[in-house]
Every structure is written in C-alpha cells, then in structure tokens.
C-alpha cells in the first residue's frame, strides 16, 4: 500500500470543517439528488407511500415526473488493498423500476431485480456537468444498490476502473468543502 494513503487512514487528525477523520470523510453522503430543492423535508421512508405529490425520504424522492433512489458509488483507492471511497448518491429511474424498486424494498427482495439502467442524480464532483449514465446493480438484502458509470468516456468510469489516486481524492474532498490541509500536512 502507498505509505502516505497508509499512515492517513490510521490518523487522528481531524478535518478543520467537520471534525472527521481521513478515514470517516471516505464516505460521504448527498441527502437529496441535485434537482431536488432544498426546502423539501427528509422524512421517514413511510411518507413516500402516505403522501401523493413531491416528497424526500432517507432512500426514495419524488419529484414532479421525476423518480430517485438512494444508490452508493464506490470509487476504489489506487494502491490500497481494496480501500474505497464511497458515495452516498442518488439514482434516478423510470417509473416502473421505481415502482417495482418500492414494492420490493418492504420485502426485501430487492436483488431480485438484477442490474438496471439509471442516471447518477448528483454531480461529482459538484458542479461538473450532465447527469451521467450508469448501470444499477442491486445487492444483496440490506445494502443498497451500487452504481457503475456506463459512459465509457467518463472521467468517472475511468476512476472506477483504474483507482482514484490519493491527490485525486484529496482534491475532491476539498470538492466537498472539507479542509484537509491539516489532515495532510501536520501529520
Ligand atoms: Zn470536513
């Protein structure tokens, strides 16, 4: 393993915005999808079945004609024996495999439906452009589905399969607002 990426999973340090440690800031969370306005509420899973128009929850959104679920991407660290950095995102889909996504998720059977067609919800790094296509491939019970970047073309397919290296990541923490500095320098 790359010796800096080593010794930063294991400090202490503490990121000057939040308090996190390197280690806690590999998984980051969207709590909406983009187009999603900042007004509407998070409410409990329960209130995407009780209520008709638009509505936010933990894991579904409904917006006007729009469908969304909660998704992870994971973006493997280049030199790391398998460490990640993990997305918490939205994916967004057509109706019916909302519909069916819902139905299943209560039971859940979700992995039943395989690998599905979506748009990743949320730019990453923020800010960088046009949804981008992905595939959704479901996980077993519990976890929820894992995203992977279908256009080729992609600088985000390409971190996907080549491994995000630690100056890359850095800069897309920074991306996120956190103020790594005095978790990279000090220690
Ligand atoms: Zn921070």
């Not at 991306?175 to 005095?182: E, F, I, N, Q, V």
């Amino acid at each position: 393993m790359d010796a800096h990426l080593a010794r930063m999973l294991t400090s202490a340090r503490q990121c000057r915005c939040c308090g996190a440690t390197f280690a806690q800031l590999l998984s980051l969370s969207c709590d909406r999808p983009d187009v999603c306005p900042d007004d509407l509420v998070v409410q409990d899973n329960s209130a995407v079945l009780e209520e008709r128009g638009d509505v936010l929850t933990e894991d579904f959104c409904r917006y006007g004609k729009l469908r969304f679920v909660r998704a992870v991407l994971a973006l493997p660290l280049a030199d790391s024996r398998g460490a990640e950095f993990l997305l918490g995102t939205w994916a967004s889909l057509n109706e019916d495999d909302f519909d069916a996504y819902l139905d299943l998720f209560d039971m859940r059977e979700t992995e039943s439906m395989g690998s599905r067609p979506a748009w990743l919800a949320n730019a990453i790094p923020p800010e960088s452009g046009a949804p981008v296509a992905c595939m959704r491939h479901m996980r077993p019970e519990g976890e929820y589905p894992e995203l992977q970047v279908s256009e080729s073309n992609n600088a985000l397919a390409r971190l996907q399969q080549t491994g995000v290296q630690l100056e890359e990541l850095l800069e897309l923490l920074y991306a996120y607002g956190h103020d790594l500095p005095s978790l990279v320098y000090d220690s």
